[in-house]
């Protein structure tokens, strides 16, 4: 009994991994999507410095300086424009 329930505790853990995984991911046809120029201009009248925006694992990748002035790399839905994920560079 005692096996079972940590294979059955690892198994949920797995598959917790897995749906956290998937969530940072975008999944939004093409034909969906909004145009990158639009994204652009929401952040920019956010205050982000636009560096680059290219198309990345089906979500906008935005290199940029935030509105704090921190170079960062952002991940964005390109049907709602929410922000997915987000690394600062050092």
Do not use: H
């Not at 034909?31 to 952040?43: T, Y």
């Not at 205050?47 to 290199?63: A, F, L, P």
Request: hydrophobic letters at 40%; proline letters at 4%.
């Amino acid at each position: 009994m005692n096996r079972l329930t940590t294979a059955a505790v690892l198994l949920a853990a797995l598959l917790g991994t897995n749906s956290a995984f998937a969530e940072d991911r975008c999944n939004v046809p093409v034909a969906e999507w909004q145009p990158s120029e639009a994204l652009q201009q929401k952040l920019e009248t956010e205050g982000w410095k636009i560096k680059r925006i290219k198309s990345d694992d089906g979500c906008y990748e935005v290199y940029a300086i935030d509105p704090r002035g921190d170079r960062v790399e952002a991940y964005f839905d390109p049907r709602s424009f929410k922000m997915i994920k987000q690394k600062i560079d050092d």
